[in-house]
């Protein structure tokens, strides 16, 4: 079964029959038994501890809109550094607007995936986050910026662009408008030369404030117990599956797994410009996508 990679995640009722995944079969030699052993931290040590990080000021410049373009996993990273560069312009963040993907046309807002009642609360001693405009900037949406040239929109962030950036292109219109909307916004803040309270806020955004909504969350835990737990020989329809085991207590042993996404989208397909053996007819095909998106 083929799934599309982003289902409109707030459709009441949804249902994806776990039975119909696909499950492969690995077998292991013992000299391979140690993939399964836990990789060695090499040093590493997460980056959440506590730090001398500013205190929260009284008083914020204004409001910062980002509408963030991409998949999920770009808009999560564009989540992180909108974070980020809130706390660099002293900005009052509203709630992250998802663009809609031109290849998924997924509508979900940051709402209908994310619990916003805890990003919130988790990142409230950090900066200001409201879920709306205040009625006297809620003329400030996409379709406003969508019809002509407004001063309150930075529509020319450099990808990865320094703190120095922000403080010297959008601060002074959050002093001038009360308001700066960045649009687009995907991979605009630099990893590099950036405050260790600032590379540290963008990691407890990733590790802590964002969380998914509680129907999401239970998907997954169904999904990852499927593949621990898959069904027995009873319930699978060749003998390609995994097979059921049980310890001496009749109890069933979790099994392992390995998560692989080829990425072979049609959207991918295309930017890379690789020949894929499908002839000139592809490849006329994928250059016409190509000018579509």
Same mark, same amino acid.
């Given at each position: 079964?083929?799934?599309?990679?982003?289902?409109?995640?707030? #459709?009441?009722?949804?249902?994806?029959? @776990?039975? +119909?995944?696909?499950?492969?079969?690995?077998? $292991?030699?013992? &000299?391979? !038994?140690?993939?399964?052993?836990?990789?060695?931290?090499?040093?590493?040590?997460?980056?959440?501890?506590?730090?001398?990080?500013?205190?929260?000021?009284?008083?914020?410049?204004?409001?910062?809109?980002?509408?963030?373009?991409?998949?999920?996993?770009?808009?999560?990273?564009?989540?992180?550094?909108?974070?980020?560069?809130?706390?660099?312009?002293?900005?009052?963040?509203?709630?992250?607007?998802?663009?809609?993907?031109?290849?998924?046309?997924?509508?979900?807002?940051?709402?209908?995936?994310?619990? #916003?009642?805890?990003?919130?609360?988790? @990142?409230? +001693?950090?900066?200001?986050?409201?879920?709306? $405009?205040?009625? &006297?900037? !809620?003329?400030?949406?996409?379709?406003?910026?969508?019809?002509?040239?407004?001063?309150?929109?930075?529509?020319?962030?450099?990808?990865?662009?320094?703190?120095?950036?922000?403080?010297?292109?959008?601060?002074?219109?959050?002093?001038?408008?009360?308001?700066?909307?960045?649009?687009?916004?995907?991979?605009?803040?630099?990893?590099?030369?950036?405050?260790?309270?600032?590379?540290?806020?963008?990691?407890?955004?990733?590790?802590?404030?964002?969380?998914?909504?509680?129907?999401?969350?239970?998907?997954?835990?169904?999904?990852?117990?499927?593949?621990?737990?898959?069904?027995?020989?009873?319930?699978?329809?060749?003998?390609?599956?995994?097979?059921?085991?049980?310890?001496?207590?009749?109890?069933?042993?979790?099994?392992?797994?390995?998560?692989?996404?080829?990425?072979?989208?049609?959207?991918?397909?295309?930017?890379?410009?690789?020949?894929?053996?499908?002839?000139?007819?592809?490849?006329?095909?994928?250059?016409?996508?190509?000018?579509?998106?």
């Amino acid at each position: 079964m083929f799934l599309k990679r982003h289902l409109p995640l707030c #459709v009441p009722g949804l249902v994806i029959f @776990l039975s +119909d995944l696909f499950l492969v079969p690995i077998q $292991l030699t013992g &000299e391979q !038994s140690d993939l399964w052993a836990p990789l060695a931290d090499q040093g590493w040590r997460p980056y959440l501890g506590s730090v001398n990080a500013p205190s929260l000021p009284q008083k914020s410049e204004g409001y910062l809109q980002v509408f963030l373009d991409g998949g999920l996993n770009q808009q999560r990273m564009g989540i992180c550094d909108a974070v980020a560069v809130a706390k660099i312009v002293n900005a009052t963040l509203v709630i992250p607007h998802l663009e809609v993907n031109p290849v998924w046309q997924d509508s979900s807002s940051f709402m209908d995936i994310f619990d #916003v009642d805890h990003f919130m609360n988790v @990142l409230k +001693d950090d900066i200001p986050i409201i879920k709306a $405009l205040p009625d &006297e900037f !809620s003329w400030s949406t996409r379709e406003y910026y969508a019809t002509a040239i407004r001063g309150t929109r930075i529509k020319r962030a450099p990808v990865h662009a320094s703190a120095n950036w922000y403080l010297e292109n959008v601060f002074p219109v959050l002093q001038s408008n009360g308001i700066a909307a960045i649009s687009p916004f995907s991979h605009r803040l630099s990893f590099d030369n950036l405050p260790s309270e600032i590379q540290q806020l963008r990691c407890k955004v990733n590790f802590k404030a964002l969380v998914f909504v509680p129907h999401i969350r239970a998907l997954g835990d169904a999904l990852v117990h499927r593949l621990r737990y898959p069904p027995g020989q009873s319930q699978a329809s060749s003998t390609d599956y995994l097979r059921e085991t049980t310890d001496q207590n009749g109890k069933q042993n979790p099994q392992k797994f390995v998560v692989l996404h080829l990425r072979f989208d049609k959207d991918m397909a295309a930017h890379s410009a690789c020949d894929f053996g499908g002839g000139k007819a592809e490849k006329l095909a994928l250059a016409k996508y190509r000018q579509t998106i």
